[in-house]
Structure formats: C-alpha cells, structure tokens
C-alpha cells in the first residue's frame, strides 16, 4: 500500500497475543481473515478479524496518511523497523489511546496510555504497546515531509499527551472520526482530509512545545484531569474514589494540584460549573429545568449547586440564563 502501513496478526497463543505493526504490506495474516478490502489509488483499506473472536485489525491510506487500528483483548502491538523490512523511519508515528489501557516501551522508557492519551514514539527505533485488558487503539504514520523540521528532530519519546482540552483534543478527536469515517469517504475527500489531520497535529506539537519539558507532576496531573472528565458528571466522584482508582494515596493526589493553588475537589467543581454555564447557555436545553441540569453534572443537591454558581459567576444561575435568553431575542 503506497503510505507504508499496515498489521500482522500472528498465530501466537497465550494471555497475551502479538500484533506486529506498520509493515508494508501484510505478509502473513494467519491468524486473520481479510473480511472487507478495498483499494482506491488515493484511499484504501483492508479489515482483518481474527476468527477466535479475539479482535480486528485494520489498516489505511488516505492519500499518504497510514491509519492503523487494533481492538483486541490482551494482546502486544510490536514495531521493529530492523525485523519488517519497511521504511517506516521516514514516517512519524502517533499512538492514540482511545479505550483501556497500554503500556509503551522504547529505549528503556516507559509510558502508561490511557483513553484520551496519545504519544509519538521514535518511528526507526523498535517499540511495543502491551495491554492487558480488551482495548481500542489508533497507530498513525505521517511522512516527515509533511511536518516541519523542528517537530520531527524533537524527542517526543518519553512524552504522553493529553487529549483533555485544546489543540490536542481537536487532533485527537478528529483521528478517530476519520478512522470511523473511512468507509464513506470520497476519493476526492482524502488529500484534504490528511493535510487537515496533519494540520491539527502540528498545532498540538507546537502547543506542546511552547511549554518545555514536561515534568513528571504534570503528568500525573494530567492523568487525574483526564479521569476527572471522565467521571465528572458522576455524583459518587470523591478524592476517596479517584485516589483509589488511580492508585494513589490521598496525600499524592493532594500534592498533584497544590501547586496551582486549588484542592481536588475545588478543581472538580469548577469543572462542573463550566459545564453547567454552558447547557444554561445553550438554547437547545432551554426547556431543561435548572435542578435537572445541575444534577447532570452531578450536584445531588441544588441549594448547594446555587451558592456555587453565585460564588464562581457573580450571578445566580437563573440570572445567568435569562440574560442568555435575552440576549438571543436582541439579537
């Protein structure tokens, strides 16, 4: 395939399967079956399914974007450019966690992935992605033509990026669009959609960039924040629950935000009330009451909702909505 990518699905058994990836093309696939191929000069795709159930593969061009995308139970994604044969150091890879958990190793290094987590290990230099549990994970190969020269020369292994908020949750959300997109998109559609993909990437590289080195209390607070948001509308969310979950002692998750002058659980609420202002905002939720859209963002009780919102807002959350809706008929 003309963009360099693509799987091997070996025949291995064990708790722990091996998927050797990004060679060029699949050389042997048995312990797969091809169930959907096609091929188009500027957009392909082939879809593997392992016949015990184990999980799928597939593999992508679009224009010179490679996408590649394994859901499986445990099992070990293997890149090794020496023992493929492919030429994939040209390419940069970018590994997104999109369910469950993986572990990355490269030259010594380790990196815990986990959803909304991506990273972009050395293409020419072997690595492996280890999970445990049933996951669902994207592999980009991006041409290093296509990035500027200061992206490509910075040692991003070692690094994980956060998919919580910003340029890298645009990157990261648009991937897994076009990856579930793939089968309806035009031949015409594909340059466009890999300069855009490519576009989003170099701006959160960038993003990245600017703030240096990243230590490793950042990336602890990184990985609470990612938890948070995803268990944010859950009233049972407590500093008990998400030190627990986390593996973390209580005094660890404490030290991760005092730095930025907030407690956990302030920072939890803030979270929500941003949420909450921006359903008391939308006019699509006009006719939700104010203590059912407090309670969605997990605030059981309204007395205590309110006093927040006043406090964070200057305004009680009924001011705050009428102005919206006046505002909407002026205008």
Do not use: K
Request: include cysteine; glycine fraction near 8%.
């Amino acid at each position: 395939m003309e963009c360099g990518i693509g799987v091997i699905v070996d025949g291995s058994t064990g708790p722990v399967r091996t998927v050797a990836a990004l060679a060029v093309p699949p050389r042997d696939a048995s312990a797969a079956t091809p169930r959907r191929p096609g091929g188009r000069t500027a957009l392909s795709w082939q879809h593997f399914e392992d016949p015990s159930g184990h999980g799928t593969v597939q593999f992508a061009c679009v224009a010179w974007l490679g996408i590649g995308r394994v859901r499986a139970a445990a099992h070990r994604v293997v890149n090794d450019p020496r023992g493929l044969g492919n030429s994939s150091g040209s390419d940069m890879h970018v590994v997104l966690q999109v369910s469950g958990t993986s572990v990355l190793e490269q030259t010594g290094r380790i990196l815990t992935l986990e959803p909304g987590g991506w990273a972009a290990p050395h293409a020419d230099h072997p690595y492996t992605l280890t999970s445990r549990e049933r996951t669902e994970r994207l592999i980009l190969a991006i041409g290093r033509e296509h990035l500027a020269a200061e992206l490509t020369s910075t040692p991003w292994a070692g690094r994980a990026f956060s998919a919580v908020s910003g340029t890298g949750r645009l990157f990261f959300s648009t991937a897994v669009c076009l990856a579930d997109e793939l089968p309806y998109i035009r031949i015409s559609q594909a340059q466009a959609l890999a300069n855009q993909l490519t576009a989003l990437l170099r701006l959160a590289l960038q993003h990245e960039i600017s703030f240096g080195p990243v230590e490793e209390s950042d990336l602890r607070r990184e990985r609470a924040q990612r938890y948070i948001a995803q268990h944010l509308r859950d009233p049972q969310l407590t500093v008990e629950r998400i030190a627990a979950d986390l593996g973390w002692s209580r005094r660890t998750l404490a030290r991760v935000f005092a730095p930025h002058g907030v407690t956990l659980m302030e920072y939890v609420y803030h979270e929500r009330l941003e949420g909450v202002r921006r359903d008391l905002l939308n006019p699509m939720l006009e006719a939700h009451s104010l203590a059912d859209i407090a309670r969605s963002w997990g605030f059981v009780n309204y007395t205590h909702f309110s006093d927040r919102f006043r406090t964070h807002f200057g305004v009680s959350p009924t001011t705050a909505r009428r102005r919206a809706i006046g505002a909407r008929v002026e205008s």
